[in-house]
């Protein structure tokens, strides 16, 4: 950014007509117009009695008399972050849509989202092994070798399904992996990180699986910041699954490539600041960088609460690589969300959210942070885990209670919905019916697990008579959304785009980019032209020129 505060001498700066002056916007629409040209330097200029203008051809400012406040630079969006990661994931942006799990983050939205040059995840968390391999299956096929991520939720209890997913991974080429929720390290990830390494590339090593951890908390960034441990890889190499050269590849190299820093946001979150927990993680990384000597330290991104230009740029600001959208795209067509579900989420404001227990970690006291307009789910899931700590099976629930349970919430018996979670993991996990044999608490736990589970399929198929048992997972950045977006062509969610939304969010960061750098150097824009507003129709939008269409070049 360039300021100056000079005067320009010559003819006046509100040129009279054919007078061949320079060509000023006063208005604050032909303000924000001009900012929104991001090719295009805006050099803001004083008028008589104080009034500003602004106007993209500064040569033409020689032969007028004008005082200069400020020059902003042209900004392009894929310049907000790191150009490292748009070479390794051969993308055009520095954004990438996160995992939005039973297949939300569908494989439409991944297709699309790939196709217009941005890094997307697929939503495998929740979903059963056969209709994972047939997403992954159907997405290599639509989009070819184009990059694309699938998500890789640790779940303790079910160590079956990460194996099953990374196995699905490898059958149809996937080399990147969206992380989430990891306490530690597992054998599974730790394989496929390094079956993935072979000799040469950047730094001596060519990484062939990429992995993106999601995390909240620095010690478990710092798992993914550090190589696999030898307490996991010599298990691998004796059994056959690794090489002895892979496994000393892996000891060279951090577990993840990237890390998403995940604040606020919907689904599973310790709802933590971005602005506190984003430059806490970057300064793990930089001390474990520094430590181990690393030539090519992971990058670090931003994720939660990112539902507004603002948003994005504050966390471009705050030194993310790259940033990660989720609660947004729920909304949008091409999520595997219902249309019933998506306009509950179109009349979602900031405040419309709250808690309620996780399903995948139902014993330990997870939560997610879901939509409580329209629903009763966060209610109603908060009493079955109160009834869960306080009794040891189900035998020793009060009538009340289980009539409660019975008629409110299963809508069946206990017995009835015991048997359809007996088949259910039979067929994806046996050993939790194992466990939970000899064990009544843990009987429990899966029934309620049931309708934990089933709750956010019911908001997937739009089920008409479990309405208010919708599990809607939801950031307060969707609200912001919906605000940000009254009155443009994104207000209608039947007809958003997760494409569109990406190209306004990132062209919008690099506006409020050049806007702060005006107001930092004093100039008081009029308010109309302070925040970038998407317009009213698609056709007229700078996005596709500027982030859609142009691209990195």
Known sequence: ???????????????????????????????????????????????????????????????????????????????????????DYGVRQPYMTGAMANGIASPELVVAMARAGFLATYGAAGVLPDRIDDALGRIRRELGPAPFA???IHSPNELELE???????????VTCVEASAFLELTPQIVAYRAAG????????????HRVVAKVSRGEVAELFLRPAPDALLRPLVADGTLTAEQAALARTV???????????????????????????????????AAELGYRRPPRVGAAGGIGTPSAVFAAFALGAAYVVTGSVNQACVESGQSAAAR?????????????????????????????????????????????????????????????????????????????????????RDPEQIERAQANPKRRMALVFRWYLGLSSGWAISAAPDRITDYQIWCGPSLGAFNTWAAGSYLADVDRRSAVDVAGELMLGAAYTGRAAALRFAGVRLPARAAAYRPPATRESSPAHRYVLTAGAR
């Open 1 to 87: 950014m360039v300021t100056t505060t000079t005067t320009v001498r010559g003819a006046p700066a509100t040129p009279r007509p054919g007078s061949g002056g320079p060509r000023l916007a006063r208005s604050a629409q032909e303000i924000h117009d001009l900012l929104a040209r991001l090719d295009a330097p805006c050099v803001v200029v004083s008028e008589q009695g104080g009034a500003i203008a602004a106007t993209d051809d500064p040569a033409s400012l020689r032969a007028a008399g004008a005082t200069v406040l400020a020059v902003a630079p042209p900004a392009r969006p894929e310049r907000l972050g790191a150009a490292s990661f748009l070479t």
């Open 150 to 152: 699938c998500n890789l």
């Open 163 to 173: 194996r099953a997913i990374l196995a699905a991974c490898l059958r149809h080429g």
């Open 197 to 208: 390494l072979r000799p040469g590339g950047a730094g001596g090593v060519h990484v062939g």
């Open 254 to 288: 951090p577990m993840a490539d990237d890390i998403t820093v995940e604040a606020d946001s919907g689904g599973h979150t310790d709802r933590r600041p971005l602005p506190v927990l984003l430059p806490e993680i970057i300064a793990v990384r930089d001390r474990i």
């Open 343 to 427: 306009a509950l989420l179109a009349k979602a404001g900031p405040n419309d959210i709250d808690m309620a227990p996780a399903s995948d970690m139902f014993e330990i006291g997870a939560e997610v942070q879901v939509l409580r307009r329209g629903t009763m789910f966060a209610g109603r899931g908060r009493r079955l885990y109160d009834l869960y700590r306080a009794h040891d099976s189900l035998d020793d629930l009060s009538a009340e209670d289980r009539d409660w349970l019975e008629r409110s919430v299963l809508r069946r018996s206990v017995d009835e919905v015991w048997a359809d979670t007996v088949d259910y993991f039979s067929r």
